[in-house]
């Protein structure tokens, strides 16, 4: 079966643009996980889905950025004033969900989004 | 709030040798899942093994295993008969059980496998 994809895989913007990356998920997750990666770290965690809904986007790291999942499969994160520290690459990963287990988290390939 | 610690940037390890990456970790959870991923450079996050604090028994999955040792607070990725396609970056990380799984992750390893 397709694994999570997203588009775009690169993405070079000047500052100060709107930008938008999108995620498509494992068929049937209702969980949806958006996760930043810069240069040399770990991801670190931006928003979760689940289903239409954020249940928890305490890592957003301020206004310019805001996610949707309209429908509950294909989300979008949207950056607005793009500023050069948000480059990094971004993660989208997608698990069963429901509380009270542990899911594993898939991950698509990442969108590399450089602001120049 | 959770933590992990890794505290080797990076390794080396022959061909068809074994190897240990090291992970430690934090948190004030009753409840809890670790688990490896493995980056290439491709980029792509791939899922190696997962290991539940309640479970008593060591993960493994193929030529990885998971060493936990909950008292220590440990859960090291033991990878047997190491192969060129091993060479990555290596992330523990952790969730939270009984609720949403937002996963906390360490820096990561780069372990080289050498011919």
């Known amino acids: 079966g397709a694994g999570v994809s997203q588009t775009p895989s690169n993405k070079v913007t000047e500052k100060g643009k709107y930008v938008e990356l999108r995620c498509d998920p494992i068929?049937?997750?209702?969980?949806l996980y958006w996760y930043r990666q810069s240069l040399g770290q770990g991801p670190e965690f931006l928003i979760y889905?689940?289903?239409?809904?954020?249940?928890?986007d305490s890592g957003l790291p301020n206004d310019r950025f805001f996610a949707v999942r309209p429908e509950g499969s294909v989300s979008t994160l949207k950056i607005q004033r793009t500023e050069r520290g948000d480059s990094a690459v971004y993660l989208c990963?997608?698990?069963?969900?429901?509380?009270?287990?542990?899911?594993?988290?898939?991950f698509g390939p990442g969108t590399r989004l450089t602001v120049l | 709030a959770q933590k992990i610690t890794q505290t080797q940037p990076g390794m080396f390890v022959q061909e068809k040798e074994a190897v240990t990456l090291d992970c430690t970790y934090d948190t004030s959870d009753q409840s809890y899942g670790l688990f490896w991923y493995k980056q290439p450079s491709s980029g792509e996050m791939i899922f190696l093994i997962y290991q539940g604090s309640y479970d008593e028994q060591n993960a493994t999955e193929g030529r990885y295993s998971l060493n936990f040792q909950k008292a220590r607070k440990s859960a090291n990725l033991v990878i047997s008969a190491s192969q060129l396609g091993d060479s990555a970056m290596y992330f523990c990380a952790m969730t939270p059980s009984g609720g949403y799984q937002k996963v906390t992750f360490g820096t990561g390893t780069k372990l080289q496998v050498i011919p």
């Open positions: 990963a997608s698990s069963r969900g429901g509380r009270g287990t542990t899911d594993t988290q898939y």
């Open positions: 889905f689940q289903g239409t809904g954020a249940a928890d």
């Open positions: 068929s049937g997750h209702t969980a």
